[in-house]
Each structure stands twice: as C-alpha cells, then as structure tokens.
Nanobody, 120 residues
Framework: QLVESGGGLVQAGGSLRLSCAVS????????MAWFRQTPGKQREFVAV???????SYSDSVKDRFTISRDNAVDTVSLQMNDLKPEDTAVYFC????????????????WGRGTQVTVSS
C-alpha cells in the first residue's frame, strides 16, 4: 500500500513537500518514484530514487525538486521548490519489483495520488 500526503494549493514560486508512506513491499530493496498526471494526459515521470540512493529527474523539474527516502520508516518524499503553474497535477507515488517497472507509466504499484495546484 502506498499513501501520499502533502498536496495542496500554493502560489507560484512557493514550495510543497509530498510524502508517501509505504507498506506491504520490501521498501529497502525497491526503487521508488513520483509521477504526475493532468486531465487528458498520460502519467509523466517526475523523479526516481533507487535502493542505492541514486536519483534521476525529468528535465522539467531538475534543480527544483528533490526526491529522498527514509528506509527506517519506509517513506519517500518529494521536496518541490520554485513551483510553477505547469507543475499543477495529481502526484502519484509508485514502486515495483524491477527498476523498469518503477520507471513505467503503466506497470508497478501506485498510490491514489495527491493534488498539487500552483496558482499564478
């Protein structure tokens, strides 16, 4: 089970921190990722953190967003700074048994999502 929290309404230039509490999977061995989706569009990759701690980001959020994980409490977080109206979306936490599944926009295990709205 993956449960996201921390979404909300923020003005452009502001910050939000999303968290995802994970249970029922081998958290320490799994890569974790964040995706986002806007109405009428496919889910879009945002960031991934591997079990080793290595991270990757989409070009649209690089240098603004930071993904992190706390293996002691099975939680993955996404710190979002300098938010822009185009960051408005439902943000999903996800994992999978392989890195390929974690990076897939369709496969893997997903949370229900949390809404982030950035006003201009």
């Amino acid at each position: 089970q993956l449960v996201e929290s921390g979404g909300g309404l923020v003005q452009a230039g502001g910050s939000l921190r999303l968290s995802c509490a994970v249970s029922g999977v081998d958290f320490n061995r799994n890569a974790m990722a964040w995706f986002r989706q806007t109405p009428g569009k496919q889910r879009e990759f945002v960031a991934v953190i591997r079990s080793s701690g290595g991270t990757s980001y989409s070009d649209s959020v690089k240098d603004r967003f930071t993904i992190s994980r706390d293996n002691a409490v099975d939680t993955v977080s996404l710190q979002m700074n300098d938010l822009k109206p185009e960051d408005t979306a439902v943000y999903f936490c996800k994992t999978g048994q392989t890195l390929a599944m974690v990076l897939s926009a369709t496969m893997g295990y997903w949370g229900r999502g949390t809404q982030v709205t950035v006003s201009s």
